[in-house]
Nanobody, 123 residues
Framework: VQLQASGGGLVQTGESLRLSCAAS????????TAWFRQAPGKEREFVAA????????YYAASVKGRFTISRDNAKNTVYLQMNSLKPEDTAVYYC?????????????????WGQGTQVTVSS
Protein backbone atom coordinates (compact mmCIF):
# COMPACT_ATOMS: atom_id res chain seq x y z
CA VAL A 1 0.00 0.00 0.00
CA GLN A 2 1.22 3.52 -0.81
CA LEU A 3 0.43 6.39 1.55
CA GLN A 4 0.27 10.05 0.55
CA ALA A 5 0.20 12.65 3.32
CA SER A 6 -0.94 16.21 2.73
CA GLY A 7 -2.40 19.23 4.48
CA GLY A 8 0.60 20.67 6.26
CA GLY A 9 1.41 24.34 6.30
CA LEU A 10 2.35 27.41 8.29
CA VAL A 11 -0.10 28.56 10.96
CA GLN A 12 -0.07 30.71 14.06
CA THR A 13 -0.39 29.54 17.65
CA GLY A 14 -3.95 28.52 18.46
CA GLU A 15 -4.98 27.84 14.88
CA SER A 16 -6.00 24.50 13.33
CA LEU A 17 -4.93 22.24 10.51
CA ARG A 18 -6.25 18.97 9.13
CA LEU A 19 -3.79 16.48 7.74
CA SER A 20 -4.89 13.81 5.28
CA CYS A 21 -3.37 10.46 4.43
CA ALA A 22 -4.69 8.81 1.30
CA ALA A 23 -4.01 5.17 0.56
CA SER A 24 -3.58 3.54 -2.83
CA UNK A 25 -3.06 -0.09 -3.65
CA UNK A 26 -5.49 -1.33 -1.02
CA UNK A 27 -8.02 0.04 1.42
CA UNK A 28 -7.44 0.93 5.04
CA UNK A 29 -9.77 -1.84 6.12
CA UNK A 30 -7.83 -4.24 8.28
CA UNK A 31 -4.97 -1.82 8.76
CA UNK A 32 -4.11 -0.04 11.96
CA THR A 33 -3.08 3.51 11.14
CA ALA A 34 -1.13 6.19 12.94
CA TRP A 35 0.49 9.57 12.76
CA PHE A 36 4.03 10.22 13.91
CA ARG A 37 6.06 13.40 13.83
CA GLN A 38 9.69 14.33 13.75
CA ALA A 39 11.12 17.70 14.72
CA PRO A 40 14.64 18.75 13.65
CA GLY A 41 17.27 16.95 15.68
CA LYS A 42 14.74 14.74 17.44
CA GLU A 43 13.54 11.17 17.17
CA ARG A 44 10.33 10.38 15.34
CA GLU A 45 7.60 10.26 17.95
CA PHE A 46 4.12 8.85 18.20
CA VAL A 47 1.18 11.24 17.87
CA ALA A 48 -2.03 9.26 17.39
CA ALA A 49 -3.25 5.83 16.28
CA UNK A 50 -6.45 4.15 15.20
CA UNK A 51 -7.06 0.41 15.47
CA UNK A 52 -7.73 -1.73 12.40
CA UNK A 53 -11.51 -1.57 12.86
CA UNK A 54 -11.49 2.12 13.70
CA UNK A 55 -12.94 1.41 17.09
CA UNK A 56 -10.19 2.64 19.40
CA UNK A 57 -7.92 5.65 19.33
CA TYR A 58 -4.66 6.35 21.12
CA TYR A 59 -2.96 9.70 21.63
CA ALA A 60 0.30 10.99 22.93
CA ALA A 61 -0.16 12.91 26.16
CA SER A 62 1.12 16.07 24.51
CA VAL A 63 -1.71 16.15 21.96
CA LYS A 64 -4.60 14.51 23.80
CA GLY A 65 -7.63 16.76 23.80
CA ARG A 66 -6.31 18.84 20.90
CA PHE A 67 -5.79 16.31 18.09
CA THR A 68 -8.25 13.80 16.65
CA ILE A 69 -7.48 10.86 14.38
CA SER A 70 -10.25 9.52 12.17
CA ARG A 71 -10.82 7.48 9.05
CA ASP A 72 -13.20 7.80 6.11
CA ASN A 73 -13.53 4.38 4.51
CA ALA A 74 -15.44 5.73 1.52
CA LYS A 75 -12.56 8.07 0.69
CA ASN A 76 -9.88 5.62 1.83
CA THR A 77 -8.32 8.43 3.83
CA VAL A 78 -7.13 8.88 7.39
CA TYR A 79 -7.20 12.34 8.96
CA LEU A 80 -5.49 14.13 11.79
CA GLN A 81 -7.45 17.15 12.96
CA MET A 82 -5.11 19.40 14.92
CA ASN A 83 -6.59 22.19 17.01
CA SER A 84 -5.06 24.73 19.37
CA LEU A 85 -1.68 24.29 17.73
CA LYS A 86 1.44 25.23 19.62
CA PRO A 87 4.98 26.02 18.44
CA GLU A 88 6.13 22.71 19.92
CA ASP A 89 3.87 20.92 17.44
CA THR A 90 6.19 22.05 14.64
CA ALA A 91 7.50 18.95 12.86
CA VAL A 92 7.24 16.81 9.78
CA TYR A 93 4.17 14.63 10.21
CA TYR A 94 4.11 11.10 8.81
CA CYS A 95 1.21 8.74 8.40
CA UNK A 96 1.81 5.03 8.83
CA UNK A 97 -0.10 1.77 8.55
CA UNK A 98 0.38 -1.83 9.55
CA UNK A 99 -1.25 -5.23 9.37
CA UNK A 100 0.66 -6.43 12.43
CA UNK A 101 -0.57 -6.66 15.97
CA UNK A 102 1.26 -4.93 18.76
CA UNK A 103 1.77 -1.65 20.51
CA UNK A 104 0.41 0.95 18.12
CA UNK A 105 2.56 3.65 19.69
CA UNK A 106 5.74 1.96 18.48
CA UNK A 107 7.06 3.12 15.11
CA UNK A 108 8.80 -0.21 14.46
CA UNK A 109 5.40 -1.90 14.20
CA UNK A 110 4.52 -0.04 11.01
CA UNK A 111 5.22 -1.44 7.56
CA UNK A 112 3.97 1.41 5.42
CA TRP A 113 4.89 5.09 5.62
CA GLY A 114 3.85 8.22 3.81
CA GLN A 115 6.37 10.82 2.68
CA GLY A 116 5.67 13.37 5.40
CA THR A 117 4.10 16.80 5.44
CA GLN A 118 5.58 19.86 7.18
CA VAL A 119 3.64 21.59 9.93
CA THR A 120 5.05 24.86 11.23
CA VAL A 121 3.42 26.77 14.08
CA SER A 122 4.63 30.30 14.66
CA SER A 123 4.44 32.00 18.05
Amino acid sequence: VQLQASGGGLVQTGESLRLSCAASGRTFRGLATAWFRQAPGKEREFVAALTWNGGTTYYAASVKGRFTISRDNAKNTVYLQMNSLKPEDTAVYYCAATTRLGALTTKDLYDYWGQGTQVTVSS
